[in-house]
């Protein structure tokens, strides 16, 4: 019998549902959320995955999830904050919108679901929160301008190591992955070749990698306040 359930945001695409599938080959439950994963067409419903419709920037979409991860599979052990959005353009050139919608899904996004997941893994007495952030955060590159990345994925790289700390005795971990580029629509193909110049290891990362660097990360009992960079080593330094 299936004793851990996962929620993962951004189920339906990408990382996401690489994730998803990855953790369901593993053995977990999962509920998986985005604002269209019911009709998006990659998921179907089955006893160990539950797909929820949600945006995350609404404080009941979190609400929400917990509640029925708790009512479907008794308690949520693992939470993934994969959701997020990139918009790349000079600094100068935000909008007020693109700034509200950045902020929405990649911080009041993780604000919410987390701190609804944790008050949950308070009372059952454990679990783990796990981020995708980006390597961007900590490496910019010239060239890529992605300012307002930089500021949410930073803070949410900043707050995993601030939350391990606050949460350790109470047997939550948190960490987070920052991927390099990695192999998911949000790429277009026709881009690859240049992206692949972002990473010393001169290729495009896979979906599988980042699940891999997920299930090892989630069942490292000994490691909290991590941010695992999976960028072929683009953090490391110039190349
Ligand atoms: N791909 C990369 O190169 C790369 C590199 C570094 C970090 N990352 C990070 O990895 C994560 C996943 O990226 P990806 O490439 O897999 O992206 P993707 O293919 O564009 O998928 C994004 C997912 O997030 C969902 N989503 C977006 N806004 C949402 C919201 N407000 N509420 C709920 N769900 C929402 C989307 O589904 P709906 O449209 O149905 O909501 C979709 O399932 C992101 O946080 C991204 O920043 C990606």
Redo the contacts with the bound molecule.
């Keep these: 019998m299936k004793t851990q359930t996962v929620l993962i945001?951004?189920?339906?695409?990408?990382?996401?549902l690489g994730l998803t599938k990855g953790f369901l080959d593993a053995g977990y439950n999962v509920v998986a959320?985005?604002?269209?994963?019911t009709s998006?067409g990659t998921l179907s419903p089955a006893p160990d995955l539950l797909l929820i419709d949600?945006?995350?920037?609404e404080p009941a979409t979190a609400k929400m999830l917990i509640e029925q991860a708790e009512r479907r599979f008794g308690r949520l052990d693992v939470l993934i904050n994969?959701?997020?959005?990139?918009v790349p353009k000079p600094f100068v050139e935000y909008t007020p919108e693109d700034f509200h919608r950045v902020l929405?899904?990649n911080v009041h996004?993780f604000f919410h679901v987390t701190q609804e997941a944790i008050r949950h893994m308070q009372r059952n007495g454990g679990g783990q929160v796990l981020t995708?952030?980006?390597t961007l955060a900590q490496q910019p590159v010239a060239g890529v301008t992605s300012a307002l990345t930089s500021l949410t994925?930073g803070g949410l790289n900043a707050v995993t190591r601030e939350l391990a700390i606050e949460y350790a005795a109470e047997g939550i971990r948190v960490n987070a992955i920052a991927?390099?580029?990695?192999d998911?629509?949000?790429?277009r193909p026709e881009s690859h070749e240049t992206l692949k110049k972002l990473h010393p290891i001169p290729r495009l990362a896979s979906v599988q990698e980042i699940v891999d660097a997920a299930l090892f990360l989630v069942r490292a009992p000994f490691i909290t306040g991590e941010v695992l960079y999976v960028d072929g080593g683009a953090h490391a330094g110039k190349w």
């Design positions: 945001t951004g189920a339906s695409s990408g990382i996401g959320n985005s604002r269209r994963v998006a949600g945006d995350i920037a994969n959701a997020g959005i990139f929405s899904t996004g995708i952030t980006t994925k991927p390099g580029i990695v998911t629509p949000m790429h």
